[in-house]
């Protein structure tokens, strides 16, 4: 194919008139295109046969994606890519990804007014852990590999219930007080924790018929003074400490809902306090008294039961 043209011997000698409109020849009118680009500026066949598009430094590295017939191309720079790459990724695998359910704890409390249980869902999520191995090249050289350690969560579940005690006793050197229907009501300050001038020994006997595992104190008055309390139970023989014991109570000297956990002792045996027969027994005995600013008292008790 040859191109003769009168007084043009080398194509780079052509000369097109941009001023002509050539949309008859299906070229955009050059003069148009020409005068609306910019340094760095695209001409590309679209709709108009012949359009430019706008340079865009874009963020990072940028690149020129073609999407196909009837759509122009764009500009992407480098985060776009990897969004598309991961997205690709992420679908690939979807249908392979199983995702464990976090831990739910379930916690069932019975109301003292109205009698009647409430649920508490406690959502536990295992936290992962990051963990870091170091890999040693031939020549001496040090990597870093850190991998997200996921543990998978388990399930579990505890229900428990607040009952009432079958027997409350007050001890003040020896002189018993069944406190029973006090640690049964709602009362303010009508359980006499401690005496108003303890000595070692004295105790407050808690108890219940059947095993039970902590013990819920509502503490009207907070005790202010110094003295130890421990925390026993009979074995049918003798008063042991009671294993594992965490007291809120401080030794009587916190006010509010306070707890008592301790683990439920493999030889506990029932005995029989103040008359109150066939009972689990606990008692808050002072093991050591030096002085009291403020008698401790309490407005109702309950024994936590596990289910």
Do not use: C
């Amino acid at each position: 194919m040859s191109l003769l043209l009168k007084g043009v011997a080398r194509l780079s000698q052509l000369e097109v008139d941009t001023g002509k409109d050539w949309e008859a020849k299906e070229i955009t009118n050059l003069r148009s295109v020409a005068i609306a680009m910019a340094h760095g500026d695209i001409a590309f066949r679209g709709v108009s046969v012949l359009e430019k598009l706008a340079a865009d430094a874009g963020k990072g590295y940028s690149f020129l994606r073609s999407r196909g017939p009837g759509l122009a191309p764009v500009w992407q720079d480098i985060e776009s890519l990897v969004q598309y790459m991961t997205g690709a990724v992420n679908r690939a695998a979807a249908f392979d990804l199983s995702i464990p359910s976090p831990a739910v704890l379930y916690s069932a409390q019975q109301a003292s007014s109205p009698p009647g249980r409430t649920s508490v869902g406690v959502l536990s999520p295992p936290e992962p852990e990051i963990t870091v191995t170091i890999l040693t090249g031939p020549g001496g050289a040090v990597a870093l590999s850190p991998s997200l350690d996921a543990p998978v969560p388990a399930i579990s579940g505890q229900a428990a219930i607040g009952a009432p005690l079958g027997g409350a006793v007050a001890d003040d050197g020896g002189v018993q007080t069944n406190e029973t229907a006090p640690a049964n009501n709602d009362a303010a300050n009508d359980m006499t924790l401690l005496p108003s001038a303890p000595a070692v020994n004295d105790s407050y006997y808690f108890g219940r018929p059947t095993l039970w595992d902590w013990l819920e104190l509502r503490m009207g008055t907070a005790g202010n003074g110094t003295w130890d309390i421990a925390w026993e139970y009979w074995n049918g023989a003798a008063w042991l400490p009671l294993p594992d014991v965490i007291d809120n109570t401080s030794g009587l000297k916190v006010s509010g809902t306070r707890l008592m956990t301790f683990t439920r002792p493999l030889d506990w045996a029932q005995n029989t306090i103040s008359g109150i027969s066939n009972q689990y027994w606990v008692r808050a005995r002072v093991s050591v008294y030096v002085s009291i600013v403020t008698q401790p008292k309490g407005t109702r008790a309950f024994a936590w039961i596990k289910q």
